[in-house]
């Protein structure tokens, strides 16, 4: 499944400053029934927007109008627990392009790198100055740069460098999961293929 090319990504901020978030508190177990990637998105932290009632719940950040984009900026330990895939295909259901935070579970981190999630890794000192100037200013920019594997907040230039593998980077910056890169080298597979043999 292709998904959308990431290259440079310029965008607002949604603040979760929660801590220890796992994959079911992202996507609750009940909502795994479905067998197509899409719709994850509605139940994105279903019990923590919601109400018993299916209500919003005014206090969560996905229902304060003051905060939108297409990055999320969590706490520390994302996407801990299970490994299910869900999660990930929920945030970027949801529209998420991005997520930052000072550390994420490793599967977590390498389901989203499948998905077309990125994962980006800052340092706890970096993470508590974003929350800091998104909370003040909802309106504030980062700046995600794939190619040169930064993160700029816009307002005021700081920054950092974030690590990604070179093999994930090329796929995300061509939309690609590992199905697609393989598509997209049918040739060079099928000219191997005969040359060896």
């Known amino acids: ?23 079911d508190q992202i ?13 994850f998105g509605d139940n994105l932290f279903r019990d ?7 209500n919003p719940k005014k206090d969560f950040v996905l ?14 330990n994302f996407g801990s627990g299970s490994s299910r895939e869900h999660a990930v295909w929920a945030l970027y259901d949801y529209g998420f392009r ?13 389901n989203c790198l499948n998905i077309g999630v990125l994962p980006v890794t800052i340092s706890a000192e970096f993470a508590e100055v974003l929350f800091k100037v998104v909370e003040e200013n909802p309106k504030t ?5 794939i190619d040169k594997q930064t993160i700029i907040l816009i307002s005021t230039g700081q920054h950092e460098s974030f690590d990604i ?14 199905i697609d890169y393989l598509l997209n080298i049918k040739e060079e597979i099928i000219t191997f293929s005969e040359n060896k043999y």
């Open 165 to 178: 593998n070179s093999y994930k980077k090329e796929n995300m910056k061509n939309g690609f999961d590992d």
């Open 98 to 110: 991005c997520v930052i935070s000072s550390f994420f579970a490793d599967i977590f981190k390498n």
């Open 141 to 145: 920019e980062v700046e995600i740069d």
């Open 63 to 76: 229902n304060d109008p003051t905060y939108s984009g297409k990055i999320l900026l969590a706490g520390k």
């Open 27 to 39: 996507i609750p177990a009940r909502f795994l029934k479905a067998t197509e990637r899409e719709g």
């Open 1 to 23: 499944m292709a998904y959308d090319k990431f290259n440079i990504l310029k965008s607002t901020v949604i603040p979760l400053s929660s801590e220890n978030v796992d994959t």
């Open 48 to 54: 923590w927007r919601y109400d018993a009632e299916g």
